[in-house]
């Protein structure tokens, strides 16, 4: 039999609905991989044994009394600690958050738990999302499981390493811009983020409001479609959540085909910079495309240049609002309170000590962007930017049905090269930034591993807004057709830990 | 409190010219707060009408609340303004402790309402026209209490209590055009606007704007210019000030400060002042070198808000009749002059004789007593006359009992002070006390009898047809019977015997 950690997450649920699996024993063969494994790899910060085990019993009993059950019942899943979880720790990889017990669910948190799935515990990630590798997490960094020395991206890290390292077969994350995708892509999983708005934003602790968005992390493109449909679908609570069906995502993972399909290659997003094996990979992937019957069209979107330069001002703009709320009054860290500090001293003092040193470059970076006298010249400029992206997007799709790019222009990079070099840093969420900007749906997914130094390489595949299902037949057909090619799902070509 | 140079008021209006501005926040009525599902309701438990948004709590999100939107746009079209076809809310970014998200979301350069008027009549009639720049939607913040200092200020507590119960509940801020060519009647219109609007509130039905609760409060910005100048002069800006007189007072101490900083050769200091109701002076709160820089940005939790022109037009459609028309219409149906309609709208007296009327009573009795017994005592206890513990009905049964005879003014007098001493509906005063007008005629009959034996002279006059002279013997009748007597069948009595 295989091994229980190594099933897919739709397996799991048709073993667990058959009898064959309980609930209990795959999240007790989880727990013990964690306890196992996580020592080294760091994915979790939090493992919540005790609920994710009434979780599973509560599945068990569900179905020992003929009850029906959801697709992703008794699938364990890594929450990013993003995410409130009613009595269970958040803190969003900030020491500003350390310790609270947020008094309410998420609206994915909540979801998550109607479909049954058990949830482990909450993962790994840059503090507040501002980040590109979890070194920025308060609580020390996470390994890639292909390499422990080297990042497993982020912001989301610690939920892409718990996949590839089998602590769990699904995970959350969320993308700003990247932060979903880029690990999926350094760590070789499958990540999704789905169209803005259309997963419920209530409840995942905001880093940029208009850019934000949650979404599914597997390791098969069918997985993600399963979870996505779990989590997705509008939401009362948040405004910006899209009053439209779930697009048929689930469906199209089981379809998977892309003959006559029209796909795009985006000038822009490739070519200088990128790492050679990357590049190959990305070709490679081209090729197979129109192997496998899609039409492949050369497009330009000029505007793209500007976008980590427009994301770099709208980002930390919304965060220095978003972030004002840490001031030691109602929750958190607070440091200072002895009686000899003022308020206002107080809230000083424990953002001081409660924030890391990206955290509040951010904040002053967008402090400074909204002053007046220079929002104009920033977060206006930056808005239009915005727009001609989302233009030159709308373009590209008269054209083509999907755009397909490198998911980040290297493979993962070792821990500490590039803490000191923000800007470095930055740019591995090169090719990323623009759907996030545009607010459209995209997907990484394993292409390979580049032949300089053995390590995963992501295919991002881009839909228009609302498309999300378009990202699953692609991306389908993709896995399928690697797949077969490689005689095995390409995880499997990881070190054992 | 340091005592402040004031140039005298004639002094200061004979070489300067006031203008004004004036905000007023209101708190809507709305059951549930602006961008959450709490209640509104007054008076609960601190901190018991909270949840994630309201609290700021990491994570949650607001979504906006339709009949905050629908209010915002009855008080827009009720100040003549127009209705913007799509706006946003914006933050206002600050930090104090009782701003849960240390933003408040406000509107900014988009607001729901803008560019309207408000016509406020003076005391002598005068209609003068307020300008209005804009209505915009906003949450108030909680609420701190400072515990521990000598002014109840943050400067010098030792503790601060917050309740975050108030957080959310939905403001509409309106703000006026400058305030010009008011002259010396600068503090009059500042109060007449006030209680216009107030009124306005009112009969919308989206407040119950009592400024005493905070539920309407009133900044009054003011500047002076040299007459003839055009360019405005420096402003102060009194926060807070919340009774229609004091709007009045703070202007009018606003106007002669300033005259005599300004007459001494010295600059006016952009800042905020606190009124001080006690002596209704201004004392200076913070300095604002600069513009404080709030860093507005469009709010991205928040998607546009674009009212649907036929709901406009359907709202504009059923507004009620406005209060400025309606004291028109009442001023000719009670028969007053436009002074005592006045004194009707300061005395916020309007709904309630208009509901007295309603119960039953002619409209110069129910304005009677509200404006003369029923205002006096409002008057004494420092309260609002619809707080003074009496019913309009009650006032109704009053009034028809003086009018069957039952009570003369007298009594009515002592039963109202029953009812507010809490004794009980108007009838079960007159039982309990024994008020009823002495209505048995053979006891009337003894008493008028006696009255004329006691004034021989005076009866005689008026058999001789001094019917003058009457009035004496009245006085008497009553003395005789404590002021329970009927005074008109006493004088009917009085001249059945004396003429035949
Ligand atoms: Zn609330």
Redesign the pocket.
Same mark, same amino acid.
């Given at each position: 039999m295989t091994d229980i950690i190594r099933l897919t997450a739709a397996e799991t649920a048709a073993r667990i609905a058959s009898g064959e699996l309980t609930a209990v024993e795959v999240a007790e063969a989880h727990l013990a991989r964690i306890e196992a494994v996580d020592e080294k790899v760091h994915a979790y910060l939090h493992v919540d044994r005790e609920g994710a085990l009434a979780q599973a019993r509560a599945v068990d009993a569900k179905r020992a009394a003929g009850e029906p059950l959801g697709p992703l019942a008794g699938v364990p899943l890594a929450l990013k600690d993003i995410f409130t979880t009613e009595g269970v720790p958040t803190t969003v990889g900030s020491k500003i958050l350390e310790g609270w017990i947020p008094p309410y669910d998420a609206t994915v948190t909540k979801r998550l738990k109607d479909a049954d799935v058990v949830i482990l515990g909450k993962t790994n990630m840059d503090e507040f999302a501002m980040g590109s590798s979890t070194e920025n997490s308060a609580y020390g960094p996470t390994g890639n499981p292909w390499d422990l020395t080297r990042v497993p991206g982020g912001s989301g890290g610690g939920s892409a390493a718990a996949l590839a390292s089998y602590q769990a077969p699904l995970a959350i994350g969320t993308d700003t811009g990247g932060s979903i995708r880029q690990p999926a892509a350094v760590t070789g999983t499958v990540g999704v983020k789905p169209t803005y708005g259309g997963v419920s934003r209530y409840g995942m602790v905001a880093f940029s409001s208009s850019l934000d968005q949650g979404g599914p992390c597997a390791r098969t493109v069918l997985d993600a479609a399963l979870l996505h449909e779990v989590i997705a679908g509008h939401d009362p609570m948040d405004s910006t959540s899209i009053d439209a069906p779930v697009p048929p995502v689930v469906e199209a993972a089981r379809s998977g085909d892309v003959a006559g399909l029209r796909v795009g290659v985006v000038k822009e997003l490739g070519g200088e910079g990128y790492q050679a094996g990357v590049v190959e990979r990305f070709n490679e992937s081209v090729e197979l495309l129109r192997g496998l019957g899609a039409e492949v069209v050369e497009l330009s979107c000029p505007s793209f240049t500007y976008a980590l330069a427009a994301y770099y001002l709208i980002a930390p703009s919304e965060c220095s609002s978003n972030l004002a709320r840490f001031d030691a009054m109602r929750y958190g860290l607070r440091v200072g309170d002895d009686g000899s500090h003022s308020a206002e001293e107080v809230t000083a003092l424990t953002r001081e000590a409660g924030f890391g040193p990206e955290v509040k470059r951010r904040i002053i970076l967008g402090t400074y962007a909204l002053s007046s006298g220079y929002y104009d010249a920033y977060y206006g400029s930056a808005q239009k930017v915005r727009t001609l992206i989302a233009r030159d997007f709308e373009r590209a799709f008269e054209q083509v049905d999907v755009v397909v790019s490198p998911t980040t222009p290297t493979t993962a990079f070792p821990i500490g090269e590039r803490v000191d070099d923000p800007l470095a840093m930055y740019l591995a969420d090169l090719c990323t930034i623009p759907v996030n900007l545009a607010g459209n749906a995209a997907m990484s997914l394993p292409c390979g591993l580049a032949p300089e130094d053995g390590l995963p390489v992501g295919l991002q595949i881009i839909a228009p807004a609302l498309k999300d299902d378009r990202l699953y037949r692609v991306g389908a057909a993709v896995e399928a057709a690697f797949v077969a090619k490689w005689g095995h799902p390409l995880l499997e070509e990881a070190p054992q830990l | 409190m340091t005592v402040t140079d004031l140039l005298s008021y004639e002094d200061a209006l004979a070489s300067y010219d006031p203008v004004m501005g004036l905000e007023v926040h209101v708190e809507l009525g709305t059951r549930t707060?602006m961008f =959450? /599902? =709490?209640s509104t309701a007054l008076g609960a438990e601190p901190n018991s009408q %909270? =949840?994630p %948004? =309201?609290l700021g709590l990491p994570g949650a999100l607001p979504v906006v609340n339709e009949s905050g939107v629908e209010s915002a746009i009855r008080i827009g079209l009720a100040l003549n303004c127009e209705i913007a076809q799509w706006c946003r809310f914006a933050r206002k970014n600050y930090f104090y402790p009782d701003m849960p998200k240390n933003f408040q979301t406000s509107q900014y350069d988009e607001p729901i309402a803008y560019n309207g008027y408000l016509d406020v009549q003076l005391e002598d009639g005068e209609v003068f026209r307020v300008h209005i720049e804009r209505a915009h939607m906003e949450e108030d913040t909680g609420k701190s209490t400072h515990i521990g200092g000598a002014t109840g200020r943050i400067h010098g507590a030792s503790h601060s209590l917050l309740d975050y119960n108030r957080a /959310?509940i939905p403001l509409i801020e309106i703000v006026t055009k400058p305030i010009e060519g008011a002259g010396a009647r600068a503090p009059e219109v500042a109060r007449a606007y006030v209680a216009e609007l107030r009124e306005l509130i009112r009969a919308l039905g989206v407040s119950e704007a009592r400024m005493e609760m905070g539920q309407l409060r009133c900044d009054v910005n003011l500047s002076l210019r040299p007459l003839g100048e055009k360019k405005f002069g420096t402003r102060s800006e009194t926060k807070n000030v919340n009774s229609l007189r004091s709007v009045e007072r703070a202007a009018r101490f606003e106007i002669q400060r300033h005259a005599a900083v300004l007459s001494s050769g010295g600059t006016i200091v952009q800042e905020t002042r606190h009124f001080h109701e006690e002596d209704g002076s201004t004392t200076s709160g913070r300095i604002k070198e600069e513009a404080e820089d709030y860093r507005y940005f469009p709010e991205p939790d928040l998607v546009p808000i674009a009212p649907p022109r036929e709901w406009v037009e359907e709202l504009r459609g059923s507004l009620p009749e406005l209060p400025l028309a309606r004291r028109e219409r009442l001023k000719k149906e009670w028969g007053i002059s436009d002074f005592e309609m006045q004194s009707a709208l300061n005395a916020g007296a309007i709904d309630l004789i208009t509901a007295t009327i309603d119960a039953g009573a002619d409209a110069a009795s129910a304005r009677k007593w509200w404006m003369g017994e029923l205002a006096r005592h409002a008057n004494e206890a420092g309260v609002e006359l619809s707080e003074v513990a009496i019913t309009p009905q009650q006032v109704a049964r009053i009034s028809a009992l003086v009018a069957a005879g039952e009570l003369n003014d007298k009594l009515a007098r002592q039963v109202i002070e029953g009812v507010l001493a809490g004794e009980g509906d108007p009838d079960r005063v007159v039982e309990k006390r024994g008020l009823k007008v002495v209505s048995d005629e053979g006891a009337l009959n003894a008493a008028v009898d006696q009255a004329i034996a006691d004034n021989a002279a005076v009866a005689d006059k008026i058999r001789g047809g001094n019917l003058a002279a009457a009035g004496a013997l009245i006085g008497a009748v009553m003395k005789l019977t404590r002021g329970q007597a009927d005074a008109k069948r006493v004088r009917e009595l009085v001249l059945e015997k004396l003429q035949g």
């Open positions: - | 707060k =959450c /599902g =709490c %909270t =949840c %948004t =309201c /959310g």
